[in-house]
T-cell receptor, first 111, second 114 residues
Framework: DAKTTQPTSMDCAEGRAANLPCNHS???????VYWYRQIHSQGPQYIIH???NNETNEMASLIITEDRKSSTLILPHATLRDTAVYYC????????????FGAGTRLFVKA | GAGVSQSPRYKVAKRGQDVALRCDPI?????LFWYQQALGQGPEFLTY????????KSGLPSDRFFAERPEGSVSTLKIQRTQQEDSAVYLC????????????FGPGTRLLVL
């Protein structure tokens, strides 16, 4: 079973920040938080990952709470092309082969 | 550089037919993964290779499913005697080294079994 809980869907206005929450209350100390997104009819695309520190790259920011039981993916200026299903995944750093996806959050960016 | 490629992109099979799906990982990537994605669901893990060794095949749904990567590069997922419930998108991903590395996904093969 997936180890994460995400809202089924969210809306965001174009140009505004999209904040996608994820709960992973049973996360272990050696598990990373990964975010992928899947645009219709494409394979999942890697966005960002982190262990316990906040991370930022050219696509997004990842905020992980101090207790690591939840995280938020932030798309700072959402565009229509950001409409996709966003998956939050926890995965061991080594020794585990399975990446377990949940149902994800369907983000709709509206003009 | 080239990403992960998969072929065919679409496959229609009659129930009972055998199918073979191909994955070309990113050059130099050691790890290769296969996933099955049903309509409206997230991808589900099928199997994992490190080079030519199949280290985990626990996600394969039945013995009709078989995957190989004989030379540690290209991989083939074979489904024998296809059933309607095998209809799904089959995704391949590769990563540079161990499982902690970022996985890069191909576009998938959409299989429809009639």
């Amino acid at each position: 079973d997936a180890k994460t809980t995400q809202p089924t869907s969210m809306d965001c206005a174009e140009g505004r920040a999209a904040n996608l929450p994820c709960n992973h209350s049973t996360i272990s100390g050696n598990e990373y938080v990964y975010w992928y997104r899947q645009i219709h009819s494409q394979g999942p695309q890697y966005i960002i990952h982190g262990l316990k520190n906040n991370e930022t790259n050219e696509m997004a920011s990842l905020i992980i709470t101090e207790d690591r039981k939840s995280s938020t993916l932030i798309l700072p200026h959402a565009t229509l092309r950001d409409t996709a299903v966003y998956y939050c995944i926890v995965r061991v750093a080594a020794g585990g082969f399975k990446t377990i996806f949940g149902a994800g959050t369907r983000l709709f960016v509206k003009a | 550089g080239a990403g992960v490629s998969q072929s065919p992109r679409y496959k229609v099979a009659k129930r009972g037919q055998d199918v073979a799906l191909r994955c070309d990982p990113i050059s130099g990537h050691v790890s290769l993964f296969w996933y099955q994605q049903a309509l409206g669901q997230g991808p589900e893990f099928l199997t994992y290779f490190q080079n030519e060794a199949q280290l985990d095949k626990s996600g394969l749904p039945s013995d009709r499913f078989f995957a190989e990567r004989p030379e540690g590069s290209v991989s083939t997922l074979k489904i024998q005697r296809t059933q309607q419930e095998d209809s799904a998108v089959y995704l391949c991903a590769s990563s540079l080294a161990g499982v902690e590395e970022t996985q890069y996904f191909g576009p998938g093969t959409r299989l429809l079994v009639l």
